[in-house]
């Protein structure tokens, strides 16, 4: 319409000068569809784009089967959770154990970018960081709050992804359970006498610790062990708390089962993230992947403490002995860790660093732990 106005002028004669100034008018205003044209075409690309970058599909491969109590479960939950709370944005597909890679061989595929995540936990990765097994459980350590303080407000956190960082992984801690039970045996543990020469699962430090006292320890994932127990390939073993334990039937073949969790008082899950794939997301969606872990880490907690009073009833059901540790086997298991935790801190700087952090904290947290709980 501007452009017919300007010849229509031009026809009839109007001054050069007007002519100049409407055509100068209607060159810029050419130009501002021109440009406001360009600047749409960027903002609907860089929208496609965002999306694109928003929409997570990954593959977690985990330690534990979907179906065990508590540890399992809380993989399934944590998927579902997340979803919901990144509105679809992140998907994480659970795969049962040896699905995509054999249990105890995730730390290397998600490592490598060959699985995306891994369901798990620190102390599985012993032989290769044994710093990490700090960040799962610590025998004669902290209870579930301590732990968590420590954690999150004392530079445990820091340590871990630190360490991760240089496998080209991170971590996210994702679930917590209460103390667990520290064996099942077959017949009735008298003495620190009766456990030399036991051939027993046993898992993390208090492996160390059982080792010191004479016991020949080995590392099985979960559903090896059973098998094991019933085969006599080992003589004794212990998992995890009772409403776990139950589920894999080891009260059939043991029927002594002891307390307390000497070596785990409170433990801990990991989400294993390849850092690739951590790194490309957007801040937005770490904070949901960490938010919704931080959920299923009170929600594991709370599953934990509320179903070990029918577990232990049920277990009495069925013809099993509950034991309590005397003190004086404790005090020597205790004594085998202050040796333990010397020898392998003297070995590995990483060790001795995250051992120092949690001491550090330990040491001033009595304070407050000696006045403000109940004995």
């Not at 730390?107 to 710093?131: L, M, N, Q």
């Amino acid at each position: 319409i501007l452009f017919l106005f300007i010849l229509v002028l031009i026809n009839f004669g109007e001054l050069n000068q007007m002519k100049n100034i409407l055509i100068q008018i209607f060159i810029a205003f050419i130009a501002t569809l021109f440009l406001v044209s360009c600047d749409n075409s960027k903002e609907s690309n860089s929208s496609d784009s965002s999306t694109k970058s928003e929409t997570v599909r990954w593959k977690m491969a985990s330690t534990f089967p979907g179906n065990l109590n508590i540890i399992g479960e809380g993989g399934i939950n944590f998927t579902k959770r997340l979803e919901t709370v990144s509105g679809g944005n992140i998907k994480v597909k659970f795969f049962e154990p040896g699905a995509l890679v054999p249990p105890l061989e995730i730390f290397d595929a998600v490592s490598t970018g060959a699985v995306d995540a891994g369901w798990s936990t620190a102390g599985y990765w012993a032989g290769k960081i044994p710093a990490v097994q700090f960040f799962t459980a610590i025998p004669f350590g902290p209870n579930a709050t301590e732990f968590l303080a420590w954690y999150h407000e004392g530079g445990g956190k820091e340590l871990w992804e630190e360490i991760y960082a240089r496998h080209n992984l991170h971590p996210v801690q994702c679930v917590m359970i209460s103390p667990e039970s520290s064996g099942w045996f077959r017949e009735e543990i008298n003495s620190v006498e009766d456990l030399k020469g036991l051939k027993m699962r046993f898992f993390g430090l208090g492996a160390k610790v059982m080792d010191k006292v004479g016991v020949s320890t080995q590392l099985l994932a979960g559903g090896d062990i059973y098998p094991a127990l019933e085969l006599g390939t080992i003589d004794a073993t212990e998992f995890a708390m009772p409403s776990i334990d139950i589920d894999l039937g080891f009260y059939q073949i043991a029927k002594h089962n002891y307390f307390p969790g000497w070596h785990q008082p409170a433990s801990a899950l990991e989400l294993l993230i390849n850092l690739d794939k951590w790194n490309a997301l957007s801040e937005t969606q770490k904070a949901q992947i960490e938010a919704t872990c931080s959920e299923s880490v009170v929600k594991g907690l709370a599953m934990a403490e509320s179903r070990q009073p029918e577990a232990l009833k049920k277990l009495q059901e069925k013809g099993v002995t509950l034991h309590r540790w005397p003190d004086e086997t404790l005090e020597v298991l205790r004594n085998a860790w202050n040796e333990v935790v010397k020898e392998e801190a003297a070995k590995d700087e990483d060790f001795a660093k995250v051992w120092a952090s949690l001491s550090s904290f330990r040491e001033s947290y009595k304070v407050w732990k000696d006045l403000g709980f109940v004995d």
